[in-house]
Each structure stands twice: as C-alpha cells, then as structure tokens.
C-alpha cells in the first residue's frame, strides 16, 4: 500500500472540505446582526476553485491515489468539472433568492458546499466503501437542505419522506456492498470486476449487484424508485431542487456508470435488459405523470424522472459508446434542468406562493428576457435540434440503436413527443397575454439580481454550447468513457496475485 | 458574383436567423417587426435567386458544395449543396416567404415579435432542410421546422388552435421518431450520415433485404404523413383551416414530397418499385377522394385543404410511377403548386381578414365589390384547375401523361378524373364566393385588395403564366436532379429495376439514379473504399 497519501488526487474535495468549514466556522463566530451573504460568495469562490483544481488534475497521470481509494481519470475529472458548475450555479441562485433575513444562512452555503464534497468523491471513488461514505455525505447534506424551509408545513415533510426512504435505499446499497464483499472478499471496485466472474457464489454476486442498483436508482429517481421525487421537489426550496435534481443525480449517474461498466461488466447480459426496463418504465411514467399536473414543480419532478430514463436508454449502448453518450446526457440535462430550477425559483419566489401553471401566465409580459430564457429551456427540454436537449437525447438513442436497442429508441423518441405537450403547454402559458390588469398585479414581477444573472447566463450558455458546438464537451466525454473501459490496472500487486490465485481453482 | 457561390448556402441558412434574432430584439412599435420581417424575407429571396443564376447545367452531382466537420465523432458534418432537384424548391421557398409577411401583415396584430421571429425560423428551417446532405443536419432541420409551426398553430389558431396544433404535432412527430431509429441504425452501420456516401453503399446492397424493407418503411411513412398520402392525411384539414395563413402555404406538400423523391426513391429504388403499386393506387384514391370531400365543403380552407390532398396525391402518383418525365412533372408541379397555393391562400386570407369568416355560404356577389379580388381569384383558380398556357397544366399534363403511356392505363385514366373535379371544386367556389346573389355579408363595406396585397400577388399571377407558356426555363434545370448528365457508372451494371411491363421508359429513370454517379459521388464512394 503506498504510504504517501497523495492529497492531490483529491484536491477538488480538500477545497470544497475547507470552503465548507471556513463557512460555518466564520458564521458561528460573526455577529448574528451582519448579514451572511458573503458567506455565500466564498463559498462560488470556493467551488470555482475546486473547479480549477479538477481541470488541473488533468496534468497528473492517470490512476489511483489516497490509499487506493480514488482515481483520477478524465471521466472523474469531467464529472468533477460538471458537478462544480451545477454547484456554482446553485450557489449564484441561492445567493439571491434566499431572503437576507432567513436564518442559518451560513449553514444553508456550507451544506451545499459539503454536498458537493460528497458529489465529487462519488465519481472519483474507486473503493466502495468511500462510495459509500460519499453517498451519505451528499445525501445528508440534501436530507437537510430539503428541510431547510421548515417553517413551512411542505418542506420538512419533503425532507423526512426524503430521509426515510433515502435511508432504505442507502441501507440497500450497504448491504450490496456487503454481499460483494462476502463474495468476492474485495470492495475494490477494479478487483471486483477480476473477481466477480469466477466467485464461488454466482448468486451472492448477482443478488448484491440488484441491491447496489436498488440504491443507486432511487437516487438517480429512475421508475420504479421514483415516488418520492415529486413531494420532495415540491416541498423543498426551489434553489435547493436546482441543485437536488441535477447535482447528485449527475454523480450517482457517474456511480452507476463505474459500477456497471467496471465493476459487473460480466453481468452485462443481466444488467441490460432490467435497465431497459427501467429506462422505458421511467420516461413513460415521468411523461405521461407529467401531462396532468397543475404545480410546476411536481411538473418538473415528473420530467426529471423521464430524463433519468432518456439517460438510461444510453446504458443500451455498447462500452465506450454507451458511457460517453450517459455523461454528455448528464450534463446537457444538468445545464438545462439547473437553468429552468433558476427561473421557476424566480417566478414563484422563495416562500413560493406562486407555484401554479397558471401564475407563469403572462410571464413574457411581466419579465421579457425571463419569460425566453425559461421557453428557451423548455424548448431545450423538449430537445429542439440545436440545444443540448436534443444532441443529449441524439446521442442517448444513438448509442441504444448501436447497442441493437432499436425499440428502446423508439420507445423514447415518442416519449420525447408526449413530452413536448407540457413542455409546450407552460410555454404557451408563458407567451400568453394576462387576461386583466387585476390577475397581473397579482403576481409580482421577479427581481433579477446580478448574482442569479450570473447563473442564468451560465446555464443558457451550457445549453446552447451543448447544442451547436458540442464536440469539445463530447470529446471529453469519449475520452473519458475510454479510461473507464480500460480494464483497470491493479493499483498494488497484491491485488493482482490475489485475482491471479481466485482464477485457478475451476468452477464447481 | 461567383465569388458568392461558396458561401450562399450559408448565406440563405443564416439571414432569416439574424432577422428572426433582430425581430426579437426591436421593440414591438409601430410596424418595425413587420418591416424587418418582410426586407429579411426579401433578402433572402434574392439571394436564393444567386442560385438558378450560377446553376452549371451541365455539371453532374451537387453545387454551392460546403463541407465541413462539424462533429467529429459521431461524425457529422455541415454538408450542404443543391442539385436540379431542390435548387427551384429553395427558391419557391425564398419567394413564399416576403409573400407570406404580405399575407400576414393585418391579419397578425398581436405577439407580432414572436410570429415574425418564428416564421424566420421556420424559413431556416425549410431552407435546411431542401439544402441539407448530411442525414443528420438534414433530420436536424427537419424537426426544427415542426416546432414553430406547432407553435403558431397553437397561439394564433382561428377556432381551437391548440387541439389543431397538437393534432399537426403528433401526426408529423411520431413517425419521425422511426426515421431518426433507421439514420442511426444506418450510422451504426456504416458509421456515414453523408447522403452521398450512403446512397452508394445502400446501391452496392451492404444490407440485408429485411433491414432494407424496414428501413425504407420508416423513411417512407414519415415522409407520407407530412405529404400527406392518402390514410395518413387527418391532420391536413384541421392545420389548413387553423394555421396562420402565412404558414399554411408553407406546411403541406414540398418538404414531404421531395423527401419522398430524395430520400426515398433515392436511397431505396427497390423498396421504392416494390411499394408503388401500393403508392400509386393510394395516391389515386386520395386525388379522387381529395377532390370528393372538397366538393361538400361548407368552410373554404377545408375546400384548399382537401384540393391540396388531392393535387399532392398527383405529385405522389408521379413519383412512384418512378418515369423520368414524371418527375420532372413532379418537381414542376410542386412549384406550380406552391404558387398557386401561395396565391389563394393570401386571397382567402384577405376575405376572411375583411369579412371575418371563412363559410361560403355567407358569401356570394362580391366581385361588383372586390373585382381585382375577384380578378385574381379566378385566374389563381384555372391555373389550380390546370387551364393550359397556365403553370399547372404543364405538370399536370406531364404527370397524367406519363402515367397513362408508362405506368398503367387504367390508373392513369382514374387520375384524369380529378381534372373534371377539381374544375368543379374551384369554380363552384369561384362562383359561391363572387358572383351569383350578394349574401349577407356582400354589404359590409370592406377595401378591395390593399397595396402590399397586390405586390404580394401580383408576381405570383405573373409566375403562373410564364411557367405556363416558358417551362423550359424550368424544365433544364430540374431535368439535370432527376436524370443526372454524364452518367459514366450507367454501364456497369445492370439496371436493378425491371420493368414488368411494356414501358421500357418507366424504370430508366430510377436506375439510371442510382448508378450514374456523378464525379462528386466517385470521389466520395473511393473514400468509402478506402
């Protein structure tokens, strides 16, 4: 085991660990008169940084570090990069949206900030244990987050159905990774996939490998694990839904992808046919649930269950293929999906007393540029060829139909049309004239601060560079998927001598 | 000016965008967004004229050739080019559009920004669309022009918009979801969406006889729906009386029937002879079924909707009766068609703008009120009707002709009748709407055509008698898309197709297509080799 612990393979995390601390610290020790917004900005700071120290990971070598627990590859790195942005602009959105008299503020900018710690070392966790630290870290800071209204009937209701049920499929996920270890005597995710092939019990494999999916597709809120998305996103703070549907779903993509890929490749007949399943249970349940609501948020809620199964259609895709396509879906949905949160959270205010349909009426009326940024995402939603919508779910559906998928394709394309129906539907809201004076000073005209401007701008520009000039994002992707196909290079020897000895007994 | 040709292309694709952008940033005074609209439109019409003005005829392959990578992996690449085929398509385009903001100028007064922005859009899109050699950019194109349609339908339907616009929605979305399963299934193939690359390697029978079946299956319905071809035509009544007039003109016909011609025939000419005993025979009962049901119309855009099914189910029946000549009838008739449809609709539109209405019935005697109106009308409604000297009786004619010498008699004999019907359709409603008794409304005082009316429709009277009596100026150039020149691969095989019958012209034209390839092909398909 190297000795050393190589702290610049998780350089990202230290920042985050420390942005995090440095917040609640100096917002225990300010006075509680002085206002906590710049708490906020340092913690941007703080997530920009680690941006940057994730784009200087590239200049390390490939491989493992920290004890054997991380990795950096470009897939991390490009995860790492996708999930700061998300944070960013979370960060920008609270910053204007949450009301400077709320209380805990500071905690509110530290917790997001140590979620993102969690997010980050999901991708890059190579040990399953660490997944499985990592997945509590980002989980509990949004349990809390989902709450942080609470002095609101919704919100800590959203956060204890949360909790609950976050805890069963955590608890699952433990005890997949406990089946794995009794199968295999590793939780290394590389020795896994050497040892998972030849284990003793093929069943205790199989049977740990469902418990780990069990966990990781109710995070990512795929059907059928997906009931308790639309009561969390409504209940919770809308900045915090910007980051709860885009942020630890884009890592727990990441998580599914290593596991999968790396871990249970030999399980890829059994793994395949139950994604195809869920993919298809996931967009035409999101989508057709989605038709009939009247709260916009619930609305989005069932939408980001359907996206979860347009991304899922791209684990049909054979290797590399499939996984690039996966990570530029995750970040077309990320860029489009934190932009909408922005704008709804705007729209219907941080005590949302505008949540309806119907209080978007008007809305290009009201706030021009607002009302074509949020048509500029639905229509990206809708995936309108030149957004990032569109290339997301052209490259999502390509890799199914190289993967021989050509139903599941379809299944989804058509699943796209019925999307466009409410995508369209809050658009035409949108564009329509208010009906009297009365109904329109009802609804007060959104104040756009400089900071959510920031994030707005951000996420447009995401979306739009997604769309017309995605090669760079998507050759990042490709090299990324690459260094996850490499079979992985033992990072100690023991490891090796121990996949060598398992392989010789034969099979009973 | 030639040194316009490498960039035209990108010139025509761009404008109406920079003007729908500015549409959208001036403020909505006055009649500033009209304005920018229509010399944005203009512009872009005159540009499209760059066009037939360079066209080589006797240049095989594709002009105004740009190529360029756009994706790398999957590689996707910017190609865009026209031959005789889609060159007068961008240009009938091109002219629709500065007539189609005319047709809009009064009747749209609210949310001007947003229609004018969108119908740019929507011109791009078209553009795209005709222009487009990658499969990709193509289905890219192909989709964006569905979304703003969509839209307006919806914001400024007549009667129920959003029911209409969904219908136009789901009818032309859901079969474009198996084209875009059967361009990546081609993709996964043979790792090309260059249109060139893989007509080659679809003609050199790389695929097996079921994936081609499927394949041409699914680009063939897509297509058919948005013709539309006989079953598949429920949404076009609904779309033609509740779209904006200057969007109807644009919706039905051209982009479906050269995507059939292009794509279809172009890629699967087997699969193509094999369905079009069924094409023709459905192209036949919609033309007569068309022009039954636009005989018992009480509301005068159905009576369009229902004559356009059944002029399109002609320009059907001419390409799946897979005859040189019919094809360029086909290509002829689509621009004639164009322009009459163009025509009526503004004519119409001006009516229903003045007297609010679209029910024949509550018209009658207007052409003592409206007689340049009135002028226009009949004239739009012989050409329509297919009198010869005017345009449509030069694709009719070729049309019914080749299908009677070439195709089958009995079918030709049965397309003919729509001649008879569709002169009952339009001069019943010539009749109903101008002369006989004044109805009800004949007393409202309303204007006859208005100025921007008249330079509207004026150039596209003119059109009509000079593609009557000059087709050739025509003809040329379309002749080059669809019998490419210098066909140095026509002898190295044997002409795929046979013909059943008699008619050794019949099938001449599909083989020689496919295996005349021209230089620009050779080159791509030694690529392909290497």
């Known amino acids: ?508 | 000016m030639q040194s316009f040709d490498p960039i035209i292309l990108n010139l025509i694709l761009l404008v109406p965008l920079a003007g729908a952008v500015l549409v959208a940033m001036v403020p909505d005074r006055a009649k500033l967004p009209n304005w920018i609209a229509f010399l944005t439109a203009l512009f872009t019409f005159l540009l499209t004229l760059h066009l037939p003005a360079h066209f080589h005829l006797h240049q095989a392959g594709f002009q105004f050739e740009i190529n360029r990578v756009w994706i790398e992996n999957p590689s996707i690449s910017y190609h865009v080019g026209v031959d005789g085929l889609s060159l007068w398509l961008v240009v009938l385009t091109g002219l629709l559009a500065p007539v189609g903001v005319l047709a809009s100028w009064t009747a749209i007064q609210s949310r001007r920004k947003v229609f004018y922005s969108l119908f740019l859009i929507q011109q791009t899109a078209m553009f795209g669309v005709f222009v487009s050699l990658d499969m990709m950019l193509y289905y890219a194109f192909w989709e964006l022009s569905l979304v703003p349609m969509a839209v307006l339908i919806a914001m400024y339907g007549r009667k129920d918009g959003p029911k209409a616009a969904l219908k136009f929605f789901l009818y032309t979305f859901i079969p474009s979801a198996p084209l875009l399963v059967a361009i990546l299934w081609l993709y996964a193939r043979t790792g090309s969406f260059d249109f060139v690359t893989l007509r080659i390697l679809l003609g050199h029978g790389s695929f097996s006889s079921t994936a081609m079946f499927w394949m041409a299956l699914a680009f063939l319905v897509a297509f058919a729906v948005k013709v539309p071809v006989f079953p598949l035509h429920g949404w076009i009544a609904d779309t033609y009386s509740e779209a904006p007039v200057a969007l109807a003109m644009v919706v039905a016909g051209k982009l479906g029937l050269y995507s059939l011609l292009r794509f279809h025939v172009g890629f699967f000419p087997l699969q193509a002879q094999a369905a079009a005993p069924l094409l023709i025979a459905l192209a036949v009962v919609g033309i007569l079924y068309g022009a039954c049901l636009a005989l018992v119309q009480r509301d005068f855009w159905r009576v369009i909707a229902f004559a356009a099914l059944s002029h399109f189910s002609l320009v059907t029946l001419a390409i799946y009766g897979l005859t040189l000549t019919g094809w360029n009838g086909a290509v002829y008739q689509i621009l004639s068609l164009g322009i009459v449809e163009g025509a009526l609709f503004v004519l119409l539109g001006a009516l229903e703008n003045r007297y609010a209405t679209s029910q024949i019935a509550s018209f009658g005697g207007l052409a003592a009120r409206l007689p340049r109106a009135a002028a226009y009308f009949v004239i739009a409604s012989l050409t329509m009707i297919g009198l010869p000297l005017l345009s449509s009786f030069i694709g009719e004619f070729a049309i019914l002709s080749s299908t009677f010498t070439q195709v089958s008699r009995g079918w030709g004999i049965a397309a003919a009748v729509s001649v008879i019907l569709s002169a009952s359709y339009m001069l019943w409603l010539v009749q109903r709407l101008f002369y006989g008794p004044e109805g009800a409304l004949a007393v409202k005082p309303a204007r006859d055509l208005r100025f921007g009316e008249l330079v509207a429709l004026t150039p596209l009277v003119v059109l009509m008698f000079v593609m009557g009596v000059a087709p050739n100026l025509w003809f040329r150039s379309i002749q080059t898309g669809v019998h490419p020149p210098a066909p140095q691969f026509a002898t190295v095989q044997q002409p795929v197709i046979r013909s059943e019958t008699a008619g050794s012209g019949r099938l001449e034209g599909a083989a020689v297509r496919l295996h005349a390839a021209p230089t620009t092909n050779q080159l791509a398909f030694r690529e392909v080799q290497r």
């Open chain 1, 1 to 508: 085991m190297n000795p050393t612990p190589s702290i610049d393979r998780i350089l990202p995390e230290v920042i985050l660990t420390l942005t995090g601390v440095a917040v609640m610290l100096l917002d225990a020790s300010l006075k509680p008169a002085w206002p906590r917004r710049p708490l906020g900005w340092l913690a941007a700071i703080g997530t920009t940084l680690a941006l940057w120290a994730s784009l200087w990971q590239l200049s390390l070598p490939e491989g493992a570090g920290f004890f054997g627990t991380v990795e950096t590859t470009t897939f991390t790195v490009f995860f790492h990069v996708l999930i700061c942005g998300i944070v960013l602009v979370a960060l920008l959105l609270s910053l204007d949206t949450l009301p400077p008299d709320s209380h805990h503020q500071g905690e509110f900018y530290a917790l997001v900030v140590f979620g993102a710690v969690g997010m980050c070392l999901l991708t890059s966790a190579i040990e399953l244990l660490v997944v499985f630290i990592a997945l509590e870290i980002s989980s509990i800071s949004t349990y809390i987050l989902a709450g942080y209204r609470k002095q609101t009937g919704r919100s800590p209701e959203a956060a204890i159905k949360y909790f609950l049920l976050g805890s069963f499929a955590t608890a699952f996920f433990l005890y997949g990774i406990a089946l794995i270890f009794g199968a295999t005597g590793s939780t290394q995710v590389y020795e896994i996939a050497h040892l998972a092939s030849t284990a003793q019990n093929h069943a205790l494999v199989v049977i740990a490998l469902a418990m780990l999916l069990v966990g990781i597709l109710f995070k990512v809120s795929a059907a059928p694990f997906h009931i308790w998305t639309p009561d969390v996103y409504e209940g919770a703070p809308s900045p915090v839904v910007a980051l709860l549907s885009t942020g630890p779903k884009a890592a727990t993509f990441a998580l599914l992808l290593r596991i999968l890929y790396e871990a249970f490749p030999a399980l890829h007949s059994l793994w395949a046919p139950l994604l195809w399943v869920v993919a298809v249970l996931s967009m035409t349940i999101g989508n057709l649930a989605a038709l009939r609501q009247q709260n916009v948020k619930r609305m989005m809620a069932y939408s980001s269950i359907a996206h979860a199964g347009y991304l899922l259609a791209a684990f049909a895709g054979i290797g590399s293929i499939g996984i690039a396509a996966a990570s530029f879906y995750a970040a077309a949905y990320a860029a489009m999906n934190v932009g909408i949160f922005a704008v709804i959270t705007l729209v219907s205010g941080y005590d949302e007393k505008y949540p309806m349909i119907d209080d978007f009426r008007g809305l290009v009326y009201r706030a021009p540029l607002l009302g074509c940024v949020l048509i500029f995402f639905l229509i990206s939603l809708i995936g309108v060829p030149f957004t990032g919508g569109f290339f997301g779910k052209f490259y999502s559906f390509s890799a199914a139909v190289d993967g021989g998928a050509l139903a599941l394709a379809i299944v989804g394309l058509l699943n796209s049309g019925l999307a466009a129906a409410y995508y369209l539907r809050l658009a035409a809201v949108a564009a329509q004239r208010p009906s009297d004076e009365a109904n329109r000073a009802a609804v007060p005209k959104p104040q756009v601060g400089v900071a959510v401007s920031a994030a707005l701008l951000l996420s447009v520009a995401a979306t739009l560079v997604l769309g017309i000039v995605p090669n760079g994002v998507l050759r990042a992707a490709q090299s990324g998927a690459h260094t996850l196909q490499v079979p992985g290079q033992p990072t100690d020897p023991p490891s090796a001598a121990a996949a060598v000895t398992v392989e010789m007994p034969p099979k009973p």
